[in-house]
Nanobody, 126 residues
């Protein structure tokens, strides 16, 4: 059974940084594209960033481009999201997701992801 466990969320002031981690198990991590999504209160879950199975391709939402960096360590089965210059509008629950098929390129489509973590709260104060 696939398990994705996020960590690293918290409260930070605007302009600060956080690094989210997602520990994956129950899947062949090195062959699976991964992504980060977020959901703010009262809003739909939105795409943040994605990375191909090899890490060679990345894809970002326009709202985070230049501030966030997605990366992965296939030897440690771990996905990361480095978030810099955080803004109050980045406040949300952040979810890690694993693609439902192997060898998929980086994708923003939620329907391409079959497994989800429980989420970690990120709160940015102004």
């Amino acid at each position: 059974q696939v398990q994705l466990v996020e960590s690293g969320g918290g409260l930070v002031q605007a302009g600060g940084s956080l690094r989210l981690s997602c520990a994956a198990s129950g899947l062949t991590f090195s062959s699976i594209a991964m992504g980060w999504f977020r959901q703010a209160p009262g809003k739909e879950r939105d795409f943040v960033a994605a990375i191909s199975w090899s890490g060679g391709r990345t894809y970002y939402a326009d709202s985070v481009k230049g501030r966030f960096t997605i990366s992965r360590d296939n030897a440690e089965n771990t996905l990361y999201l480095q978030m810099n210059n955080l803004k109050p509008e980045d406040t949300a629950v952040y979810y890690c997701a694993a693609a439902s098929r192997s060898w998929l390129a980086a994708t923003s489509r939620q329907t391409d992801f079959g497994s989800w973590g429980q989420g970690t709260q990120v709160t940015v104060s102004s």
